[in-house]
């Protein structure tokens, strides 16, 4: 089956990074980076020379500023970057760049974020991450109402993969994927649970049972 829960990692240090890698291996293939430069949102993630394993494939939803520049450091190691849309300064260039490099193309929005300052690029990219947090926490406040966005996207761009981030629990997951969400983010439910293929499992069932 299709892998749509991506565990995310918010790690300090490389040995924290290891233990998740522990952790989840054997659970999942494809993991969640979340980068934070403490600029772009009031914390700060994965800002050392972190190494990564090679059981995982990964995504990297990037809460930083100048996101261009880490990408460059970083385009051979990372499946899917997920940079912010507010923080790309030349969104069609950016598009261009990622289409040559055979990439994936995909932007995240902040909650503040209207689905009507995307309309122009909708059709050109291939992934939306949707906050239904404020950006660079476990654990933050979620926001349901940013889940109208995902039926505004779908409604410009039917094929365009929709993904979800922040506070995805059972109690919630079923209702974020009745409205057209594609893929989900968890990281407090998954990659800190004692036993993270069962909170997967919770999670795929409450998807199944809406």
């Known amino acids: 089956m299709k892998q749509i829960i991506w565990p995310s990692l918010m790690c300090n240090s490389q040995k924290e990074l290891n233990e998740d890698f522990k952790k989840l291996k054997g659970v999942v293939k494809t993991l969640h980076l979340d980068i934070v430069d403490g600029k772009f949102?009031?914390?700060k993630v994965m800002q050392f020379p972190f190494r990564l394993s090679s059981d995982f494939v990964y995504n990297a939803h990037l809460m930083i500023k100048s996101p261009e520049v880490w990408i460059k450091k970083n385009i051979k190691r990372i499946n899917l970057f997920i940079p912010h849309f507010e923080e790309v300064k030349d969104k069609e260039e950016y598009i261009q760049w990622m289409k040559n490099e055979k990439k994936k193309v995909a932007f995240a929005i902040k909650p503040e974020t209207k689905v009507s300052e995307?309309?122009?690029?909708?059709?050109?990219?291939?992934?939306?991450l949707v906050l239904t947090v404020h950006p660079g926490f476990y654990g933050a406040k979620y926001l349901p109402k940013n889940l109208d966005k995902i039926k505004q996207i779908k409604k410009i761009n039917s094929k365009i993969k929709v993904i979800v981030d922040g506070g995805m629990n059972p109690k919630i997951i079923g209702k974020v994927f009745k409205v057209g969400a594609d893929y989900f983010v968890s990281g407090s439910y998954t990659t800190k649970s004692d036993n993270p293929k069962q909170s997967i499992k919770n999670l795929m069932g409450a998807i199944k049972n809406g």
């Open 41 to 43: 949102a009031p914390s």
């Open 118 to 128: 995307l309309v122009q690029y909708l059709n050109k990219i291939d992934y939306i």
